[in-house]
């Protein structure tokens, strides 16, 4: 699994400026879901959803609010236990499973090293990677930092919130209600809670650029150089011993990149593509997925390997560096991007599946499938085991659209959330080419653009529509011309169908304990890793 990387981006999917024979491979050697969708438009809830096969809000990895993916490694937010992942069934059924790269799902719940949310707790034989993510401040220019994208007055907020609190403190004791002691603890308190926010907020490298081996810290911060061949034959290491061992496996490969900071772990990609250091890491991320292709054909077990590739939303096309240079991908003919909600370019994602003797060599599928979809097609058709009996699945068993046996898609309507609401749905009636997309809500985009301004928000400033806009994406897949709701006598009772089939899903969303509540988010000491206290500085042994 890519991050962030956008549909247009690949070349199988029309790029034909960036080169990426390995994923194409993929595509020419099984199929391409040129519809295929995430089930959020960033990546922690979109994380959740594949492992589990269910949409985010139903396991509680659905915001309510701004901050829509976990933010430190030293907070209480993840994936909940009760949850079953993919991984957690190939286990029990008899399979080595392993992850390498991101995680983004939490870590710890309650005290340091209880590792609730950690991998090996959801499945996973064994872990290597980032607790986290990749963000912008890990790199080396101290000037580049992801808060300041997103608030580039903080500082000065943060510096007037101390004013106003100096200032209270003085106005209470002129006032004769508190006395040079209450004073003196009012200006205490807002010098403390201020100096929290500033540490957490600023000091996202030292908080959060970490690599665990399981439930091992062993480099603090991260270092770039080589990171890609290392997670290369970590993963190689994985599948050889498991073919050793006489297990079947299960490697999820999660790949740093494309997200920001971008990097060339190898130095042959470094200027090698026409689109200048984001195209690099793209061609960078495609040979490391030709390296798996190869390890598989060198170990003999690619006949006999089901290999699927995405990535967990679209394309970021607000990211710029700090000369104003687009490191975000290109999501195509598609509006939007990454953190927009129910737009496709941000939730309609580059995917290929090859399963030989399975699924057919070229096939193409045009018809809507999403990324929860592997959940229920894995259990079903590859493990032969049930579906959860005591929870709802929102996947749908792909397999007969991979083996052509249908070519009508499994859903009749797939729900765009962007946090915990609804933005947009997309309807394929059974019958006829047609499919529908209804939106009633979309970004409120930058004048001239289709980008606001480094995210766009799902509340605040979002614009509602009513009536809502309609699409028919199979004729209009760029969305540009939505129906007449006056005159169009289709609009109406589409709609009303839209709109039943939208409650009776709200009927089924049961209320669970919110993984994005403030107090999940916090920034925790006593939950901080830090490697060789109290220098928290650390290199890998293994590779050091």
Known sequence: MADDLGYGDVGCFGNGTISTPHIDSIADQGAKLTHHLTAAAVCTP????????????????????????IPYVACTSGLPQSEITFAKVAQQAGYQTALIGKWHLGMNCHS???????????????????????????????????????????????AAGLIC????????????????????????????????????????????????RNFEY????????????????????????????????LLFMSWLQVHTVLYNSNPEFVGHS??????????????????????????????NTIVYFSSDNGGHVEECNLAGDREGGYNGIYRGGK????????????????????????LEIHEPTSMMDFFPTLLSSVLDQRLPP???????????????????????????YCDSEIHAVRYRPRKGDSVWKLFYTTPNWQPGSEGCHFICECYGDAVRHD?????????????????????????????????????????????????????????????QPCCNFPYCNCKDPVYN
């Open 112 to 158: 340091f090293g209880d590792n609730c949310h950690h991998p090996l707790n959801h499945g996973f034989d064994y872990f290597y990677g980032l607790p986290l993510t990749n963000v912008k401040d890990f790199g080396d220019d101290d000037h580049s930092l992801v808060i300041l994208a997103h608030r580039p007055n903080l500082r000065l907020q943060l």
């Open 46 to 69: 979109s994380r959740a959803a594949f492992l589990t096969g269910r949409y985010p809000i139903r396991s509680g990895m659905a915001s309510h609010h701004h901050v829509d993916v």
């Open 390 to 416: 005591d929870r709802v699945i929102d996947g749908r068993n792909m397999y007969p659209l991979l083996t052509g046996e249908s070519w009508v898609s499994p859903h009749e309507y797939l729900y765009h």
């Open 467 to 527: 009536p809502p806009l309609l699409y028919d994406i199979t004729a209009d897949p760029s969305e540009r011309n939505p129906l007449n709701a006056t005159t169009d006598a289709r609009y109406q009772a589409i709609v009303r169908q839209i709109n039943t089939a939208v409650e009776e899903h709200k009927n089924t969303i049961e209320e669970v304990p919110s993984q994005f509540a403030i107090s999940k988010l916090l920034w925790l000491p006593w939950l």
């Open 339 to 362: 953190l927009q909600g129910g737009q496709d370019g941000g939730i309609r994602v580059p995917t290929a599946i090859m399963w030989p003797g399975v699924i057919p060599a070229g």
């Open 274 to 303: 026409k689109h200048g250091e984001y195209g690099d890491n793209v061609e960078e991320m495609d040979w490391s997925v030709g390296q798996i292709l190869k390890a598989l054909e060198h170990l003999g077990v690619k006949e």
């Open 218 to 249: 062993v480099e603090q911060p991260m270092q770039f150089a080589n990171l890609t061949q290392h997670l290369i034959k970590e993963g190689v290491d994985f599948m050889e011993q498991s073919i050793s061992g006489g297990k079947p496996f």
């Open 165 to 212: 609190g100096i200032v209270a403190a003085f106005v209470l004791k002129r006032q004769g209600i508190v006395g040079k002691t209450g004073s003196g603890i009012v200006i205490t308190l807002f010098c403390a809670i201020l100096s929290y926010a500033y540490f957490a907020l600023f000091h996202f490298k030292l908080l959060n650029s970490v690599m665990m």
